[in-house]
């Protein structure tokens, strides 16, 4: 890949939401699907124009002025053209736009995707696509969807959008306070989208990620948080820190108890420990929870000696507040290292009575629990079964690998 091309590649994944939304902003005769237009244009000069002339101080203001301008010109021919003005990003005379002010849209459009009138999926998708800057084709490898699928999505959503305004709309103090369990749900839905096991070769993955702690940590930096912000930064802190050892220099998945621990990031290990500390609050939330657990599981030598017996516990208060069959999959393991096994398998079983019968991981893990019982037939089926469930080679691979140890 050439500089240039790398460079707009870049420049896409950085700023195409925000330049969106500025092109909506520039003037009220401009609709959602023009301003993407608009900006995809600039994206293509941008190519073009920086192998002759090379790649601006700012390539963001440089595709703004591009934007701008076409804007200007594409009003004009439908006699459209008022004020290009009207707005508080277009300035007269500016030529190139502060990144500052699209440091702040990004902040704008996190909370503009939490819009009460937008579907929990339609939220997760546009948050995907204008915050995180990804492309349709990524979002759905990221969520396991169809591209088609995620079309339909957005269509929907840009309907909503356009509608109600909602990009357009600054949310009040008030509508950010209430907001923000909506945003911080977002998130966590992304890094768990990113977290779950698919090659270790996907690029996409380890982005959604990186972008669920680049957002919450501009929550805590513009102090639009709280404590459930702290939990949730620690949260995915830990849960970053072991991403390197998850998948194997051949590219094969590797559970908790086989991962090199060496490779944990320490350095991500000690920053959620100062978070987790500082969110420490009277009002526990799942986050504050599940961040415990991970601390734990970041804080043992060895998988021998982890915490099982404080992990389980903490499982049972976060299902007091968060009552979730996923949740009750990690209890029920909990419960095994624990050494109370009989009520570990009683609560699996429970779950093959839910919609998680169709779920690979809970299949794995009692393919896992009855190899290490030493059940070969049972674990077989259940192995067999979770092969069947999941359309990830890593996972399919790790499955292969249990299943000649029966």
């Known amino acids: ?5 790398q460079a707009v590649d ?48 700012n390539p963001a203001g440089w595709a703004y002025k591009v934007c701008r301008n076409n804007a200007i010109n594409s009003l004009k021919r439908k006699n459209a053209f008022k004020n290009p003005f009207e707005g508080d990003i277009a300035i007269v005379g500016a030529t190139e736009q502060d990144e500052s002010i699209f440091d702040d849209r990004k902040i704008q459009l996190l909370f503009a995707c939490a819009h009460p009138s937008l579907s929990p999926k339609m939220r997760v998708v546009i948050t995907l696509k204008y915050v995180a800057n990804l492309r349709v084709e990524s979002i759905s490898r990221a969520l396991g969807m169809t591209i088609d699928g995620i079309d339909k999505i957005l269509a929907r959503a840009k309907q909503r959008i356009k509608m109600e305004s909602i990009f357009l709309k600054e949310p009040s103090p008030r509508q950010l306070k209430m907001r923000l369990p909506v945003v911080h749900k977002i998130i966590y839905l992304i890094f768990n989208e990113g977290y779950r096991a698919g090659s270790g070769k996907e690029i996409i993955r380890e982005e959604l990620c990186e972008e669920s702690l680049i957002m919450t940590k501009s929550l805590l930096d513009n102090h639009i948080s709280n404590e459930d912000t702290a939990a949730l930064y620690a949260l995915l802190l830990f849960n970053a820190a072991r991403l390197g050892a998850r998948f194997t220099a051949a590219g094969e998945l590797s559970d908790l108890e086989e991962q090199d621990r060496t490779l944990w990031d320490g350095d991500l290990i000690a920053l959620g420990s100062y978070y987790l500390n500082q969110s420490k609050i009277e009002n526990i939330s799942c986050y504050h929870y599940e961040a415990a657990i991970a601390y734990l599981h970041c804080k043992a030598k060895s998988f021998a000696d982890t915490d099982w017996a404080t992990i389980s516990q903490l499982y049972v208060l976060l299902l007091q507040d968060n009552p979730n069959p996923f949740i009750e999959l990690n209890y029920a393991i909990s419960l095994y290292y624990d050494s109370q096994k009989q009520e570990a398998f009683s609560l699996l079983h429970d779950l093959q009575q839910t919609f998680l019968e169709q779920y690979y991981l809970l299949h794995a893990a009692l393919g896992k629990l009855y190899l290490l019982e030493g059940e ?31």
Do not use: C
């Open 376 to 406: 070969y037939h049972k674990s077989n089926l259940h192995l067999t079964k979770a092969l069947a469930l999941t359309n990830f080679q890593a996972e399919k691979e790790f499955v292969r690998k249990m299943l000649l140890k029966n």
């Open 10 to 57: 870049t420049l896409y994944k950085t700023h195409f939401g925000k330049m969106v939304t500025a092109m909506l902003q520039f003037s009220r005769d401009i609709d959602l699907e023009m301003a993407e237009d608009l900006v995809q244009d600039a994206f293509y000069a941008a190519l073009s124009t920086w192998k002759n002339n090379g790649i601006p101080d």
């Open 1 to 5: 890949m050439d500089k240039e091309q």
